[in-house]
């Protein structure tokens, strides 16, 4: 079962920039997919990127040249670097996990690893 915390959320003003991090705890964490998803208020919980074990890259469209997902298998960790940011990116942000297949899922039923979620706030 494999554990995963979020951190580096905060208050951001419009405009700038903050990296995410999301800590697995499971050896064969190379052979996942990871992915962040966000929910923001009043809103359901969607897809916001993704990196295979292959760490071929997918993005939401709204997201595409804003925010870069990376992960560092020796380190057992997932980045998502969002710049740019606008009020309309403020939400909690939820890393999860799933093993690997031929596809990147992109909906939530898909993962069944799941953190707790890191808010970020994008305010003047």
């Known amino acids: 079962q494999v554990q995963l915390v979020e951190s580096g959320g905060g208050l951001v003003q419009p405009g700038g920039s903050l990296k995410l991090s999301c800590a697995a705890s499971?050896?064969?964490?190379?052979?996942?997919?990871l992915t962040w998803f966000r929910r923001a208020p009043g809103k359901e919980r969607d897809f916001v990127a993704a990196v295979s074990w292959g760490k071929m890259t997918f993005y939401a469209e709204s997201v595409k040249g804003r925010f870069t997902i990376s992960r560092d298998n020796v380190k057992k960790m997932v980045y998502l670097q969002m710049a740019s940011l606008k009020p309309e990116h403020t939400a909690v942000y939820y890393c999860?996990?799933?093993?690997?297949?031929?596809?990147?899922?992109?909906?939530?039923?898909?993962?069944?690893?799941w953190g707790q979620g890191t808010q970020v706030t994008v305010s003047s």
């Open positions: 999860a996990a799933v093993r690997g297949g031929v596809n990147v899922p992109t909906d939530e039923q898909s993962y069944d690893h």
């Open positions: 499971d050896d064969n964490f190379a052979s996942y997919t």
